[in-house]
């Protein structure tokens, strides 16, 4: 993909939330494309035999019985990969990551005119290894891949779920005084920041109309009020003033802007839609100076190596080579590059998961294919770990993964 098809592909992404697009909205979307995962993923030894498990069923369990280890701690095979299945139907992994989700949106139309853009989540079931229809309408998942945090119903919600993902059921339910409609799990697993809006921020209002591409369509209201950080263990929960900031022509970005966790797990930071399009705060609700080791706004998903020497940077390819950038994120430097289209999530210090084509399936000239690779800084090798992405009876729609630590 290239850099006019990046740009395209974010106009229809920006069209598709019914956000209209300001004459400076390509640069802008360069630079704050993406936002998850920039999570820190603790260091795992690889283990020896790097051999794709692709199995026609579930993936091999060791054990029977009683015992309730999860079905991604069982199956410590270094990359499982399923190259036939999109959306993916049975466990995938690599290093110490494991695909615990995925999801596609859905615009719903409302009685009154307006507009839901609603989720519709696979969620990996511990107990099978394989992918579930579910429910929630926002999740995440917490290191170790055992617990998801969950939102209900129509958004924003009033309390966080913690769902064992064995069970499949709710262990319990923290309350939380402002509405929210995004959560993420900090690094260590023991925190949850939610993020608080006073609206649903994947509705359209009807009231509320925006022009997209010569459309009046429904559109968003943004009404970020601020975050809640959870203690997972006590359910003590405190809200902390944030609202959602606008650029120099008053344009206040995407409705949904959600918080999520500093490399190390001490900050909490949101994207903003101008420069240096991001804002660090303290656990307290105070802005608070970037990190050292984050001076670089990296803004592609997979974010920094477990290590924190190395940053996943953009897409660097020019023509039809199809490349993305790695990064020194203390300077921005490229150190390298990996021959693929965006990156997603790391799988150990020197390995990546990311949206990109096979050579053996492609041409090379950056078609706009793409499927779940693994690929190792240093060389040209890719694995692929599903097939292209696109969309199935029960999942109408472009997936997007949610990666976590196995």
Sequence with gaps: MNVDELVSAAFREQAADSVPAPPY??????????????????????????????????????????????????NRSDIIGHPDQSPPKTLIAAGNTVLSAFYITKSV???NGDTVLARRYGLLDQKTGTYKKAKWAFLDVAPGSRTAAVLEGELP?????????????VDRWIAVDRGVAGVAFSPDGRKLVATAYAKNPDRGFADHRQNVNGKEIP?????????????????KAAWHEAPYETDEMGWPGNSREDFDWSHDGTLVYTNTPVKPFRQYYGLNGEKAAWPADEKVS????????????????DFAGHGSVVAAAIVDPR??????????????????????????????RCSGKGEFHNQLLLVTIGTDKVVPLSDFRKASADYPGR???VFSTR
């Design 25 to 74: 909205f390509a640069e802008r979307v360069l630079a704050v494309r993406r936002r998850r995962r920039t999570r820190r993923i603790a260091s795992v030894a690889v283990a020896t035999v790097a051999a794709i498990a692709v199995a026609a069923g579930v993936p091999r369990l060791t054990g029977g019985g009683d015992d309730v280890r999860p079905a991604s701690e069982m």
């Design 109 to 111: 139309h409302q009685p």
């Design 157 to 169: 919600a009033k309390r966080v779920g913690l769902l064992d993902l064995i069970t499949g059921k």
């Design 219 to 235: 559109g968003p209201v943004p009404s970020r009020t601020g975050f809640t950080v959870v203690d997972v263990e006590s359910g």
């Design 298 to 313: 990296v803004s592609v998903e997979a974010g920094l190596s477990p290590d924190g020497k190395l940053a996943a940077g």
């Design 331 to 360: 300077t921005g430097r490229q150190v390298d590059t990996v021959p693929v289209q965006q990156l997603l999530s790391w799988a150990d210090d020197k390995r990546l998961i990311a949206w990109g084509c096979d050579p053996k």
């Design 399 to 401: 997936w997007t993964p």
